[in-house]
């Protein structure tokens, strides 16, 4: 899983509560992006960011939030708005903003009840 | 939106066959990338190949592109009960300034010892 870590590994929370999921990298690169994977399904982007302090909407950003205050750190917060929150988060990051290649790192399976 | 779709679905084949999996997408692409997910964990990527190529062979991977076709194939050759994980095709696409990647569902491979 490269330079990426996520944790934790497992989460659960109870419906009604805002949750971040943390993502560090140590690879120093510059964009870094939060996927969301359902069963048996492709991973979707739900937001990006391709330097510190700036960062963009993905296909279903709606529910969620990010912060990029620091090069190696992308924390997305999974707020109670996001109305199906269960699934397995990966944070995935890439050289530069015209790279093609991405690293994942080890994901994220949420469990909201 | 996802862009590529894999087929097949699942895929058991006995160890050593050769396994064969195909990515079709829409619109037009920069490159498309081969990533392999073991269960439970990050994506890792395999192989890239861009719009102008046509085949590219990385150890037992080797995968064919048809721009006109809109396809792509990913072929695993003498596979191993080590090669079973599920396969997503990438499409990379140029927005905003920044190259990002659409995945397909993916097919999941069994390879039986």
């Known amino acids: 899983d490269g330079g990426i870590t996520q944790s934790p590994k497992y989460l659960f929370r109870k419906e009604g509560q805002n949750v971040t999921l943390s993502c560090e990298q140590n690879?120093?690169?510059?964009?870094m992006y939060w996927y969301r994977q359902d069963p048996g399904q492709g991973l979707r982007l739900i937001y990006y960011?391709?330097?510190?302090?700036?960062?963009q909407k993905g296909d279903i950003a709606e529910g969620y939030s990010v912060s990029r205050e620091k090069k190696e750190s992308f924390p997305l917060t999974v707020t109670s708005a996001q109305k199906n929150p269960t699934a397995f988060y990966l944070c995935?990051?890439?050289?530069?903003?015209?790279?093609?290649?991405?690293?994942f790192g080890p994901g994220t399976r949420l469990t909201v009840t | 939106s996802q862009q590529g779709e894999e087929d097949p679905q699942a895929l058991s084949i006995q160890e050593g066959e050769n396994a064969t999996m195909n990515c079709s997408y829409k619109?037009?692409?920069?490159?498309l990338q081969w990533y392999r997910q073991n269960s439970g964990r990050g994506l890792v990527h395999l192989i890239l190949?861009?719009?102008?190529?046509r085949e590219k062979h990385s150890g037992r991977l080797r995968v064919t592109l048809d721009t006109s076709k809109k396809s792509s194939s990913l072929l695993i050759t003498a596979s191993r009960a080590a090669d079973t994980a599920s396969y997503f095709c990438?499409?990379?696409?140029?927005?905003?300034?920044?190259?990002?990647?659409?995945f397909g569902k993916g097919t999941k491979l069994s390879v039986i010892p």
């Open positions: 990438a499409t990379g696409n140029s927005g905003a300034g920044s190259y990002q990647l659409t």
């Open positions: 960011s391709q330097i510190v302090n700036d960062f």
């Open positions: 995935a990051s890439k050289e530069a903003v015209a790279a093609y290649e991405q690293y």
């Open positions: 619109t037009s692409i920069n490159n």
């Open positions: 690879l120093n690169h510059d964009a």
């Open positions: 190949i861009r719009s102008n190529e």
